[in-house]
Each structure stands twice: as C-alpha cells, then as structure tokens.
T-cell receptor, first 113, second 115 residues
Framework: GENVEQHPSTLSVQEGDSAVIKCTYSDSASNYFPWYKQELGKRPQLIIDIRSNVGEKKDQRIAVTLNKTAKHFSLHITETQPEDSAVYFC????????????FGDGTTLTVKP | EPEVTQTPSHQVTQMGQEVILRCVPISNHLYFYWYRQILGQKVEFLVSFYNNEISEKSEIFDDQFSVERPDGSNFTLKIRSTKLEDSAMYFCASNVAGPNTGELFFGEGSRLTVL
C-alpha cells in the first residue's frame, strides 16, 4: 500500500520567515496530494492541494510543489504569521488503494512573534 | 456552509463496552470515511464507504469495528468491545466523489476514552 513520509516533525521559525515541509510517497499511482492544517483540538482542514498533472500551485502565501519522478511534494509558507502555528499533514490518494487517503505523520509548525 | 457533524463530542466508556459514534455527512457527498487520531499522532485511515458498502478498510479495522448507514443521513461507527488502545479522536469525513477527487471534509471529531 501507499506510504507517506513527512519531514520535519517539528519546525520553529520567526515570524516573517519561510517554512518548508516535505513529503515523499511510495505509490507512483497516487495522483492527488492535499495538505491539511490542524489547529490544537480542531479538525484537519484543507489548505491547498495539487494533482499529478501539475508541478506547482500557489494560493497567496502558500504554495505546493510536486516532483512526480522523485515522488515527493512540498509545502511552502512564506511570510509566516503566528496564526500559521499548527500541525500540518500531507496526504496522498488515488493509488491502487483507491478508497483512502494516506496521511503523513504531521509537522508541528511554531511561528514565534 | 454545510459541514460534517459528529456526536458525541466526547464519550467515556469502560473496557469491553460497545460504543457507537455517529456522523452526518454533507448531504450531496457520496463517499464517507472514518479516521482516527491517537493523541499527538497522525491521522490514520480506518474505513471508506460508498454505495452502501465498504470500499476499503485498514488493518486497524478488525472484526471489532463495523460501519453502517442506517438511513439516508447517518453514518455510524460501532466498536463492539472496546479496548484501552481504542482511546483516540475519531473523525468522520466525507467528499463528493472519492478520495482522489478533492477535499475531505472532516467533522469535529468524537473523543473516545476507554477506561
């Protein structure tokens, strides 16, 4: 089945700096890669996603890049703000196990004011 | 904005007891899921459900677990005989047309504590 690895597990940045979180996946058939943000005690919520026919997608301060050959994708947050502090999960879906999304272990991002 | 709703928000039960967690997915969604998250850990897939049957399940989803869509709106997860290690946050999720077609909409979660 699909296996998603995520790094780093924790990331601390100063307000205004950039943050990058990286994920790798194992199943080349996966074709949909969402990123979810989970604030403490809350539900995961989608912040951005990318499909395998696209190499990069941007939404204001957030961008995601995908390298299908290397089977890795990354989340980039620019001009970080304290409210960006949360746990971020990457996921992969659309593999041979078509009924599920497989999540990474999560990255705890802390943005220090 | 429509959202997935879950009840109860928190349930405390004794080991060996049966628990039913309830979810109301977004009304036009066709795919339903249960995920669990042990405190401080990743979101783990349990089961997906489509067209009134399980489409996929993980190895966590053993014979102690079952899902049901008893009517046109509810989607339930039953744990037959709870164990201590079942203590976790259980998230219901739904989406329109499958896990690789777009966003999973998660409910607020049901926290299960097994004593």
């Amino acid at each position: 089945g699909e296996n998603v690895e995520q790094h780093p597990s924790t990331l601390s940045v100063q307000e205004g700096d950039s943050a990058v979180i990286k994920c790798t996946y194992s199943d080349s058939a996966s074709n949909y890669f969402p990123w979810y943000k989970q604030e403490l005690g809350k539900r995961p919520q989608l912040i951005i996603d990318i499909r395998s026919n696209v190499g990069e997608k941007k939404d204001q301060r957030i961008a995601v890049t995908l390298n299908k050959t290397a089977k890795h994708f990354s989340l980039h947050i620019t001009e970080t703000q304290p409210e960006d502090s949360a746990v971020y999960f990457c996921a992969a879906a659309g593999s041979t196990n078509a009924g599920k999304s497989t999540f990474g272990d999560g990255t705890t991002l802390t943005v220090k004011p | 904005e429509p959202e997935v709703t879950q009840t109860p928000s928190h349930q405390v039960t004794q080991m060996g007891q049966e628990v039913i967690l309830r979810c109301v997915p977004i009304s036009n969604h066709l795919y339903f899921y249960w995920y669990r998250q042990i405190l401080g850990q990743k979101v783990e897939f349990l089961v997906s459900f489509y067209n009134n049957e399980i489409s996929e399940k993980s190895e966590i989803f053993d014979d102690q677990f079952s899902v049901e869509r008893p009517d046109g709106s509810n989607f339930t997860l039953k744990i037959r005989s709870t164990k201590l290690e079942d203590s976790a946050m259980y998230f219901c999720a739904s989406n329109v047309a499958g896990p690789n077609t777009g966003e999973l909409f998660f409910g607020e979660g049901s926290r299960l504590t097994v004593l």
